[in-house]
């Protein structure tokens, strides 16, 4: 989790602006798809999943990241209307911090991804860990 957290306190990443984490996330999910067939085939060999399977798994998989990059600069707070006129009553969405993530062995590339999307277009970073049967491809023990 020190990885994470420290990533979560940099300004580098604390900083960036919604619209940029969008384009990051966007950009993730075009390499997903550039290097579909590769990883596709790492999941088959790591846990034995038809690789037409997970080729239709990774066709899909950069989706996930494309929806979340486009929700990037559309998490908002709003006003909320309070009982007199003096008062102001808001809510206020903020990154809360380092996302735990477990993902099973079955399909770690996928679920991971299902994980990290939201998280990190929020403004979270996170540490994830695969399950029995680690997968490479879905980076075993990462910290994002």
């Known amino acids: 989790m020190g990885a994470a957290r420290t990533a979560f306190e940099d300004p580098r990443w604390r900083d960036l602006s919604q619209t940029r984490r969008g384009r ?7 390499l997903i798809g550039e290097h579909a067939e590769r990883l596709a085939r790492t999941e088959t060999l790591d846990n ?7 080729r239709a ?12 990059a486009g929700l990037a600069d ?3 707070g ?10 102001l009553n ?3 969405r903020e990154p809360v ?13 996928l679920l991971t991804a299902t994980k990290l999307a939201p998280a990190l ?24």
Do not use: C
């Open 74 to 76: 559309k998490i908002q």
């Open 78 to 87: 709003e006003v909320i209307p309070g009982a007199s006129r003096e008062l």
């Open 24 to 30: 990051l996330l966007r950009n993730l999910g075009d």
């Open 97 to 109: 911090g380092v996302v735990g993530a477990i993902t099973p062995w079955n399909s770690p590339l």
């Open 121 to 144: 277009v929020a403004g979270n970073t996170a540490d994830q860990h695969a399950g029995e049967g680690r997968g490479r491809a879905a980076a075993d023990d990462h910290q994002w």
């Open 90 to 92: 808001y809510t206020l």
């Open 48 to 54: 034995g999943k038809l690789l037409r399977e997970m």
């Open 57 to 68: 798994q990774l066709a899909k998989l950069p989706e996930y990241f494309h929806y979340y």
